[in-house]
């Protein structure tokens, strides 16, 4: 079977063949060529239904039996099957069902946001507020409710750069520059109706176009490679650059893209970086843009990752004005620049979320 993510597969088995199919294997599968630009990637499973008592019974255990409800007296209590095996909960994934369980705990606000998977730099943060001492002892659902305010108005108060008629994209190997480039394209020509072009740099580096040129021919965007041909830039028609990626240890190449940036004229520079890498990881690229003097960000492969609390920091932190999150490979979609609200979207559990802030007005 195909499928879109692995909840969608679990659900899927389990509906269709049962709780004791085994699963053989799993492999993401796209499109090719065009394709891979225009369709989400999904997941390729392949499962058997085993017979009871079968030899691969034995050397595989069924998937867990759902809990069941079993009335025993005036009151109902809950029968866990004794097969099912104690799981731990993400905080993307967090069944809990109401307030009440939560605040029954013993534990403070600050070890339940460590539970939910909040960033422990995050959380340093947020101890540092005037109001924590309030916040420690609130409820939890007037604690996020606080948070959700303060991370609002500190992301608010960021620096903004404007972005300018002549945008680059930079970033190391791999982080989805050309797939980021690509949704800017359609979104500037089927948002805003403008007439985009783009510039092709080597920089010393060799940068095929062979996707890229594909997309550009399908949209009505023309692809350049010597900046001498380039038509007049203007907000009606602006120029979109690609760069290589650039090597996080190599400060040279870095150092030559900001000359190349400067000698075209270039103020909007876009640091691309992927998401679901290693804080570490984002924070030396970040480190390592300042040698071109990048001003905006753009966060790529948002979707896979748990939640969004390591972010906030490095955000903070950067220097840079965020520009927008980007999910998966589909350039029709997938595509935000309200990175604010995404942030805010993936950092509580959804239910907890949904349940402590349905009666505030404020946010």
């Not at 993510?5 to 659900?11: F, I």
């Not at 620049?337 to 007005?361: A, W």
Request: aromatic share 8%; with cysteine.
């Amino acid at each position: 079977m195909v499928v879109r993510s692995a909840e969608e597969a679990v659900r899927v088995i389990r509906d269709k063949l049962g709780d004791k199919a085994k699963v053989l294997s799993v492999r993401q599968v796209g499109g090719e060529g065009l394709k891979r630009f225009i369709s989400s990637p999904k997941l390729e499973v392949i499962a058997q239904v085993l017979e009871d008592g079968g030899a691969a019974m034995q050397e595989q255990a069924p998937m867990p039996e759902p809990q069941r409800v079993v009335p025993e007296t005036k009151d109902e209590k809950v029968a866990v099957s004794p097969k099912q095996p104690v799981q731990t909960q993400d905080v993307s994934s967090s069944n809990i069902s109401d307030e009440n369980k939560l605040e029954s705990k013993s534990l403070s606000n600050f070890d339940l946001l460590a539970k939910f998977g909040f960033d422990q730099s995050l959380l340093s943060d947020i101890q540092s507020w005037a109001n924590w001492k309030t916040l420690k002892d609130a409820s939890i659902a007037d604690a996020l409710k606080e948070i959700t305010i303060g991370l609002s108005d500190r992301f608010r108060g960021l620096e903004s750069f404007p972005v300018t008629e002549k945008v680059a994209l930079l970033g190391g190997p791999g982080v989805g520059k050309t797939t980021t480039l690509c949704k800017f394209l359609a979104h500037e020509v089927f948002m805003n109706k403008t007439t985009p072009s783009v510039l092709k740099i080597e920089n010393g580096v060799p940068n095929p176009d062979d996707a890229l040129r594909i997309f550009c021919e399908v949209v009505g965007v023309t692809l350049y490679r010597e900046s001498e041909s380039l038509p007049e830039v203007n907000q009606q028609c602006p120029l979109f650059l690609d760069f290589p990626g650039l090597a996080m240890s190599e400060i040279e190449e870095w150092r030559n893209a900001n000359e190349v940036l400067d000698n075209l004229q270039v103020e909007t520079r876009i640091l691309v970086v992927n998401g679901a890498y290693d804080r570490d990881i984002i924070s030396k690229y970040i480190r390592s843009a300042r040698y071109l003097n990048a001003s905006h960000i753009a966060i790529t492969h948002f979707d896979e990752m748990s939640n969004s609390t390591k972010l906030w920091p490095i955000i903070f932190n950067s220097n840079l004005t965020p520009i927008c999150v980007c999910n998966g490979q589909n350039v029709t979609g997938d595509f935000s620049t309200s990175v604010l609200n995404q942030f805010i979207s993936k950092t509580f559990p959804e239910e907890l979320y949904s349940k402590g802030f349905s009666t505030y007005q404020r946010l």
